[in-house]
């Protein structure tokens, strides 16, 4: 039933490996986004994709990419983690201008 | 650069007092208005919404107050609950993109 659901919840990895956060939504939205949350709250767009197209790019390191399969799934995958890409990372959805709709989050912690 | 600059960052309320957090923005552009709700642990919820052609709307007891001329809005939190308890953020955008831009967020508490 949960219309913006991601995965994993939290993933704890070291500096230098690689890892994935998948996410998926059921509310047949078109567009898709990633936002990054910081310690102190603060929360930042980081991609959109509208119907499986790239729209919003910010100012994120190449090391983060995402990667839409279709347009119920936007992946994140990041490379060579480093200690400040630790925070939450929130999937959103929303169609055309309506509201967005946020996952849970996954809470990302670099060692 | 921050376009949408929130206040205050934290705040402490009597159960049943009114919680008031503003907001100013930068971008003449923007014309959608939205409030967030975060509980921690979850994803930000869309709380209550308006558009610039109106100064004030109602849900309940959540109203936002919006100032085109001021480039301020603010939201009003009445009878605040213990349940209310969580971190609001305010947000904007434009008609001409669909980048939302947050503030820095208001952490509430209510103590009972």
């Known amino acids: 039933d949960t219309a913006v659901s991601q995965t994993p919840k939290y993933l704890v990895t070291q500096m230098g490996n690689d890892k994935s956060i998948k996410c998926e939504q059921n509310?047949?939205?078109?567009?898709m986004y990633w936002y990054k949350q910081d310690s102190k709250k603060f929360l930042k767009i980081m991609f959109s994709y509208n119907n499986k197209e790239l729209i919003i790019n910010e100012t994120v390191p190449n090391r983060f990419s995402p990667k839409s399969p279709d347009k119920a799934h936007l992946n994140l995958h990041i490379n060579s983690l480093e200690l400040g890409d630790s925070a939450v990372y929130f999937c959103?959805?929303?169609?055309?201008?309506?509201?967005?709709?946020f996952g849970n989050g996954t809470r990302l912690t670099v060692t | 650069q921050q376009q949408v600059k929130q206040s205050p960052q934290s705040l402490i309320v009597q159960k049943g007092g009114i919680s008031i957090i503003n907001c100013a923005y930068e971008n003449t552009a923007f014309d959608y208005f939205p409030w967030y709700q975060q509980f921690p642990g979850k994803g930000p919820a869309l709380l209550i919404a308006?558009?610039?052609?109106?100064s004030e709307k109602k849900e309940g007891r959540f109203t936002i107050s919006f100032n085109k001329s001021a480039k301020q809005f603010s939201l009003h939190i009445m009878d605040s609950q213990p349940g209310d308890s969580a971190t609001y953020f305010c947000?904007?955008?434009?008609?001409?993109?669909?980048?939302?831009?947050f503030g820095g967020g208001t952490r509430v508490l209510v103590k009972p």
């Open positions: 947000a904007a955008i434009g008609a001409a993109g669909n980048k939302l831009t």
């Open positions: 959103a959805s929303s169609q055309r201008e309506g509201p967005l709709h």
């Open positions: 308006i558009r610039p052609d109106v």
């Open positions: 509310l047949g939205h078109d567009t």
